[in-house]
T-cell receptor, first 110, second 119 residues
Framework: RKEVEQDPGPFNVPEGATVAFNCTYS??????FFWYRQDCRKEPKLLMS???SGNEDGRFTAQLNRASQYISLLIRDSKLSDSATYLC???????????FGKGTKLSVKP | EAGVAQSPRYKIIEKRQSVAFWCNPI?????LYWYQQILGQGPKLLIQ????????DSQLPKDRFSAERLKGVDSTLKIQPAKLEDSAVYLC?????????????????FGAGSRLTVL
């Protein structure tokens, strides 16, 4: 089982829609999690940090379920500019390094 | 605040040739990372430095890859000889600290990456 698993998508949604991505992690000792956004041919950029049960920032909500070992990202009122790949990240491993999932591609259509 | 600088942005070489990538992290960031991102995959850690010491290089193919951060600031990643499967984007990232932190000081900032094509 991979350390961080995500549905690769693509998720094709209309503007204004609500969309949710799930991500599962295998290391039960992981303490913190992140969602990074990566635009096509660009570097990953931090979207949100998730340290406890969840985090909310405007239209974006991240939730952590430690019992089931998954993290979710909810995007409300999708914008065209939300089109990107969303990378789920777990801080784990022997050195506490970041483990990236393969990413979930989102395409928001007019 | 200046970001993480990387060069070159693009490099095309033939297999068995060598290539080197350079990274200058954000000023004051003690921790520097090199990641490899193959198309369609998430970034994979190759090596992590804390100042000029190696913290983790467990996934670095040491028969062909090497990296150094001699003065604890900028870093170079070298591949010699290159293989076709080394075609990827090589991302450098830095953070103020590493390990668990709830202050955001351990958040990674990435450079724009160096895109390598091996023919």
């Amino acid at each position: 089982r991979k350390e961080v698993e995500q549905d690769p998508g693509p998720f094709n949604v209309p503007e204004g829609a609500t969309v949710a991505f799930n991500c599962t992690y295998s290391n039960s000792a992981s303490q913190s999690f992140f969602w990074y956004r990566q635009d096509c041919r660009k570097e990953p950029k931090l979207l949100m940090s998730v340290y406890s049960s969840g985090n909310e920032d405007g239209r974006f909500t991240a939730q952590l379920n430690r019992a089931s070992q998954y993290i979710s990202l909810l995007i409300r009122d999708s914008k065209l500019s939300d089109s990107a790949t969303y990378l789920c990240v777990s801080r784990g491993g022997s050195q506490g390094n970041l483990i990236f999932g393969k990413g979930t591609k989102l395409s928001v259509k007019p | 605040e200046a970001g993480v600088a990387q060069s070159p942005r693009y490099k095309i070489i033939e297999k068995r040739q060598s290539v080197a990538f350079w990274c200058n992290p954000i000023s004051g960031h003690a921790t520097l990372y090199w990641y490899q991102q193959i198309l369609g995959q998430g970034p994979k850690l190759l090596i992590q430095f804390q100042n000029n010491g190696v913290v983790d290089d467990s996934q670095l193919p040491k028969d062909r890859f090497s990296a150094e951060r001699l003065k604890g600031v900028d870093s170079t990643l070298k591949i010699q000889p290159a293989k076709l499967e080394d075609s990827a984007v090589y991302l450098c990232a830095s953070s103020l600290v590493w390990g668990q932190s709830y202050s955001g000081a351990n958040v990674l900032t990435f450079g724009a990456g160096s895109r390598l094509t091996v023919l």
